[in-house]
C-alpha cells in the first residue's frame, strides 16, 4: 500500500520548459532519469534547452534547475521525487534539445529503458555516461572543431556508437562486455581506432567501461543521410 501511494499513476501529462543561457559562454548540463526514455539532439537555437516532457507518474514530474556563474550556466534535469521500482504501465519520456552555440559538459545517468542521444553539431568539451539497463544509440558522427573526451559506464543491454570519419577517434574498452562489433575501426595496441586518428587535428578519446551487453561501434561519414 506504501509502495502504491508512493506510484500514483496519473492521466498522461505534457509539460514542456524552456531555459535561456542569460549571458552563459559555455554550460554544464546534467540529465539524471530513471525509467524510461531518453532522447536528445543538438539544435540551432537561442535558448541553452527546449524540453518537452510526457508522463503518467508523479513521481516522473521532471525538476529542472539553472544556475549562472559568472560566464558558466549549470543545467540540472532530474526528477522532482526519489526514485525507486516503477510498477504497471509507467510513461515516462524526455524530448530535449540542447543549444549549439555555446560549449557543453554533458553528464548524463541513465536508469532503465531507452536512449537515443544525437549529439551531433553540439560543441562538446565532454561526455561523462552512466548507460544504465537497457538500450542506448549515441550519435557523435560530426563534425567537430575541438577535441574532446567520452567516459561511458556501461550496464547491462546493449549501446551503439556512431562515430565520425573525418576526427580521430580512439576507444578503450575494459569490464565485462558480451561483444564488441567494430566496424570501420582497426585494433591497435590494445585500442579500437579509425583512419583519421593520428592524422587529424581533432581527437576524440573515448573510455567504456562496460557490464554485461553488447557494443555496435560504427564510423560512418557526417554527410549521410538518416532515415
Same mark, same amino acid.
Given at each position: /500500500?506504501?509502495?502504491?501511494g508512493c506510484? !500514483?499513476?496519473?492521466p498522461v &501529462?505534457?509539460? @514542456?520548459?524552456t531555459?535561456a543561457?542569460?549571458?552563459? $559562454? +559555455?554550460?554544464e548540463?546534467g ?5 524510461g526514455?531518453?532522447?536528445? +539532439?543538438?539544435?540551432?537555437q537561442?535558448?541553452l ?7 503518467? $507518474?508523479e +513521481?516522473?514530474?521532471?525538476a529542472?534547475?539553472? *544556475?549562472?556563474?559568472? !560566464?558558466?550556466g549549470?543545467l540540472?534535469? $532530474?526528477?522532482a521525487?526519489?526514485q525507486? #521500482?516503477?510498477?504497471? &504501465?509507467v +510513461? &515516462? @519520456?524526455w524530448?530535449?534539445?540542447l ?5 557543453? %559538459? ?5 536508469? /532503465?529503458?531507452?536512449? =537515443?542521444?544525437?549529439? =551531433?553539431g ?5 561526455? %561523462?555516461?552512466?548507460m544504465?539497463?537497457? !538500450?542506448m =544509440?549515441l550519435d557523435?558522427s ?13 550496464g547491462?543491454?546493449?549501446?551503439r556508437?556512431?562515430l565520425?570519419d573525418?576526427a580521430?577517434v580512439? #576507444? ?21 581506432? &579509425?583512419?583519421?586518428y593520428?592524422r587529424?587535428?581533432v581527437? #576524440?578519446?573515448i573510455?567504456i567501461?562496460?557490464?554485461i ?6 564510423? !560512418?561519414?557526417?554527410? *549521410? #543521410?538518416?532515415?
Amino acid at each position: /500500500a506504501v509502495a502504491t501511494g508512493c506510484d !500514483e499513476t496519473i492521466p498522461v &501529462n505534457t509539460e @514542456t520548459k524552456t531555459v535561456a543561457l542569460d549571458g552563459a $559562454r +559555455r554550460a554544464e548540463v546534467g540529465l539524471h532519469m530513471g525509467a524510461g526514455e531518453l532522447r536528445v +539532439r543538438g539544435a540551432d537555437q537561442e535558448a541553452l534547452l527546449e524540453a518537452e516532457f510526457r508522463f503518467n $507518474r508523479e +513521481r516522473f514530474r521532471p525538476a529542472v534547475d539553472y *544556475r549562472l556563474f559568472g !560566464e558558466k550556466g549549470i543545467l540540472e534535469v $532530474r526528477h522532482a521525487r526519489r526514485q525507486g #521500482i516503477p510498477l504497471g &504501465n509507467v +510513461r &515516462n @519520456t524526455w524530448d530535449l534539445s540542447l543549444s549549439r552555440a555555446v560549449p557543453l %559538459d554533458l553528464d548524463i545517468d541513465l536508469g /532503465a529503458g531507452e536512449s =537515443r542521444l544525437d549529439l =551531433r553539431g553540439l560543441l562538446l568539451s565532454s561526455v %561523462d555516461l552512466d548507460m544504465g539497463v537497457g !538500450e542506448m =544509440r549515441l550519435d557523435i558522427s560530426g563534425p567537430h572543431k575541438e577535441s574532446f573526451r567520452i567516459k561511458i559506464d556501461g550496464g547491462v543491454g546493449s549501446g551503439r556508437l556512431i562515430l565520425p570519419d573525418e576526427a580521430g577517434v580512439r #576507444i578503450h574498452v575494459d569490464g565485462g562486455l558480451g561483444s564488441v562489433d567494430a566496424h570501420g575501426l582497426s585494433k591497435q595496441g590494445g585500442y579500437y581506432v &579509425n583512419e583519421a586518428y593520428g592524422r587529424s587535428d581533432v581527437t #576524440i578519446e573515448i573510455d567504456i567501461d562496460a557490464g554485461i551487453g553488447s557494443l555496435d561501434l560504427r564510423v !560512418e561519414p557526417a554527410d *549521410r #543521410i538518416r532515415a
